[in-house]
């Protein structure tokens, strides 16, 4: 494998040594033709897989129109978008089919858009004293990099350094609801939260906490806000993760996969009360709502509306905790998370540290990334079909079993030419992603030709 170099890059990040050259659905392929299993897929951003025929094609022929206008100008695409993100995530909230949308680029933006319609909203319609208002946040949450977000992190890593922070924020126990009830007083404008917490290392709460979460908001009048960029669309089996209490959050702030991997796109959806007080002047985003990115969240989100992806997750999700669980019991793990298709799993220190897994996992072809000093998360495109699936997880295992027997394990060989024609061919197959996803049951006989390729084939 090629390692990494950043000469005239800030080192913002210490990337696993790979440089990736080319991908296609859920695998990726380095710059010396080494094949590799995406178990990433872009912390959720490509949920549809690497380069989905799709979304590429909604992108080059929007290219071909129009990229640009600033919100000086509305364009034909804008309204389209927003009326399709109403149509399937709109029910999903309180704001129902009146839902209006706020569109942005980054899942950092939206929320802090979030922030600022809440607290909006608490001035203009609640009467909170200005300069007053005070939102709940969870510890352990990771909401963006911005300064007001790094601001509500404990993570020394994201926080240390970068103050003065925000005033207006009070933290309370992830899951703990007495702590949020606790929290709430006159000037309380609002809940936001992660439904699971990713990079916490996909940390489910009980199940009581976000129907009791509802529940205190509504009788106090308090806006709950659903942080989903990384848990929403599709990732956990259901197109937004409040779904799996049945809870509708006021507003829902969505970003990553809401781009499919094409472009950034994000956007906060949600009651039409609070979102209404963001009048012209009062926020604004030059790129957000472009043309391209909005024509390429259309087809994501045609691509959702079928329900077809979420079953995905769903089903293989089963599969990923199965095999998950008996790695904990066979004492490989101390402790997997699962929900959806998207698992967190500890390490026990003494075995090694996520770092180390994953570099166990990159010298056998799959990629994946710690998110704490003992724990990965496993995030695969949900178009994975079983094969692939299994074929991860049997990697997995024998890299545990590596690092417990202090056994580095072998570098992937070399792709074959019979591997690297039927990356180049797929393109020119009628597209594999959308028509496996279109049919769940075709994973299960693993007849789909790129399962039967191991992500190191040579």
Same mark, same amino acid.
């Given at each position: 494998?090629?390692?990494?170099?950043?000469?005239?890059?800030?080192?913002?990040?210490?990337p696993?040594?790979?440089t990736?050259?080319?991908?296609?659905?859920t695998?990726?392929?380095?710059?010396d033709?080494? @094949?590799?299993?995406?178990?990433? *897929?872009?912390? *959720?951003?490509?949920?549809?897989?690497?380069?989905h025929?799709?979304?590429?094609?909604?992108?080059?022929?929007?290219?071909r129109?129009?990229?640009l206008t600033?919100?000086?100008f509305?364009?034909?695409?804008?309204?389209?978008f927003?009326?399709?993100?109403?149509?399937?995530?709109?029910?999903?909230t309180?704001?129902?089919?009146?839902s209006?949308?706020?569109?942005m680029?980054?899942?950092?933006?939206?929320?802090?858009?979030?922030?600022?319609?809440?607290r909006?909203w608490?001035?203009?319609?609640?009467?909170?004293?200005e300069?007053?208002?005070?939102?709940i946040?969870?510890?352990?949450?990771?909401?963006?990099r911005?300064?007001?977000?790094?601001?509500?992190?404990d993570?020394?890593?994201?926080?240390?350094?970068?103050?003065?922070?925000?005033?207006g924020?009070?933290?309370v126990?992830?899951?703990?609801?007495d702590?949020?009830?606790?929290a709430?007083?006159?000037?309380?404008?609002?809940?936001?939260m992660e439904?699971?917490?990713?990079e916490a290392?996909?940390?489910v709460?009980?199940? @009581?906490?976000?129907?009791?979460?509802?529940?205190?908001?509504t009788t106090?009048?308090?806006?709950?806000?659903?942080?989903?960029?990384?848990s929403?669309?599709?990732?956990?089996g259901?197109?937004?993760?409040?779904?799996?209490?049945?809870?509708r959050?006021?507003?829902a702030?969505?970003?990553?996969?809401?781009?499919?991997?094409?472009v950034p796109? *994000?956007?906060?959806?949600?009651?039409p009360?609070?979102l209404?007080?963001?009048?012209?002047?009062?926020?604004?985003?030059?790129f957000?709502?472009?043309?391209?990115?909005?024509?390429?969240a259309?087809?994501?989100?045609?691509?959702?509306?079928?329900g077809?992806?979420?079953?995905?997750?769903?089903? *293989?999700?089963?599969?990923?905790?199965?095999r998950?669980?008996a790695l904990?019991?066979?004492?490989?793990?101390?402790?997997?998370?699962?929900?959806?298709?998207w698992?967190?799993?500890d390490l026990d220190?003494?075995?090694?540290?996520?770092?180390?897994?994953?570099e166990?996992?990159? @010298?056998?072809?799959?990629?994946?990334?710690?998110t704490?000093?003992e724990?990965?998360h496993?995030s695969p495109?949900?178009?994975?079909?079983?094969?692939?699936?299994?074929m991860?997880?049997?990697?997995?295992? @024998?890299?545990?079993?590596?690092?417990?027997?202090?056994?580095?394990?072998?570098?992937?060989a070399?792709?074959?030419?019979?591997s690297?024609?039927?990356?180049?061919d797929a393109?020119?197959?009628?597209d594999?992603?959308?028509d496996?996803?279109?049919?769940?049951?075709?994973a299960?006989?693993?007849?789909?030709e790129r399962?039967?390729?191991s992500?190191?084939?040579?």
């Amino acid at each position: 494998m090629a390692d990494t170099t950043h000469g005239a890059l800030a080192p913002t990040y210490h990337p696993l040594p790979l440089t990736i050259a080319r991908a296609h659905g859920t695998h990726v392929w380095d710059t010396d033709g080494n @094949e590799f299993l995406d178990m990433l *897929s872009g912390y *959720s951003a490509l949920n549809f897989g690497h380069l989905h025929q799709g979304l590429v094609a909604a992108a080059m022929t929007q290219l071909r129109q129009v990229t640009l206008t600033s919100r000086a100008f509305d364009h034909d695409r804008l309204e389209e978008f927003a009326q399709r993100l109403v149509e399937v995530v709109g029910p999903l909230t309180t704001g129902g089919e009146d839902s209006l949308v706020v569109p942005m680029s980054t899942g950092a933006e939206a929320v802090e858009t979030a922030i600022k319609a809440v607290r909006k909203w608490g001035y203009d319609v609640r009467g909170v004293p200005e300069d007053q208002a005070t939102v709940i946040v969870a510890g352990g949450n990771f909401h963006g990099r911005t300064t007001t977000l790094v601001g509500l992190s404990d993570r020394p890593a994201a926080r240390d350094g970068f103050g003065p922070f925000a005033p207006g924020f009070r933290q309370v126990p992830f899951g703990d609801l007495d702590a949020v009830a606790d929290a709430v007083d006159d000037t309380t404008v609002a809940v936001l939260m992660e439904p699971v917490q990713g990079e916490a290392g996909v940390l489910v709460p009980p199940d @009581e906490f976000w129907p009791g979460l509802r529940e205190l908001t509504t009788t106090q009048d308090i806006a709950l806000v659903a942080d989903e960029v990384q848990s929403g669309l599709g990732r956990t089996g259901t197109t937004l993760a409040c779904e799996l209490w049945d809870v509708r959050p006021d507003l829902a702030c969505l970003g990553k996969a809401l781009g499919g991997g094409i472009v950034p796109v *994000s956007a906060v959806v949600g009651r039409p009360e609070i979102l209404g007080v963001l009048t012209p002047g009062t926020h604004g985003s030059t790129f957000g709502g472009n043309p391209l990115a909005c024509a390429v969240a259309v087809a994501a989100l045609d691509l959702l509306s079928t329900g077809q992806y979420q079953a995905r997750a769903a089903e *293989s999700g089963k599969v990923l905790k199965e095999r998950l669980d008996a790695l904990v019991a066979a004492g490989l793990l101390a402790e997997a998370r699962t929900v959806g298709l998207w698992a967190g799993i500890d390490l026990d220190p003494e075995l090694g540290t996520g770092r180390e897994l994953c570099e166990a996992l990159l @010298e056998r072809g799959v990629l994946a990334k710690d998110t704490r000093d003992e724990t990965i998360h496993l995030s695969p495109p949900l178009s994975i079909v079983q094969p692939e699936l299994e074929m991860a997880l049997d990697i997995l295992e @024998e890299s545990l079993v590596a690092l417990r027997d202090n056994d580095p394990g072998t570098a992937p060989a070399e792709v074959s030419d019979a591997s690297d024609d039927h990356a180049d061919d797929a393109e020119a197959d009628a597209d594999h992603d959308t028509d496996t996803a279109d049919a769940p049951g075709a994973a299960a006989d693993g007849k789909d030709e790129r399962s039967e390729l191991s992500p190191t084939a040579g």
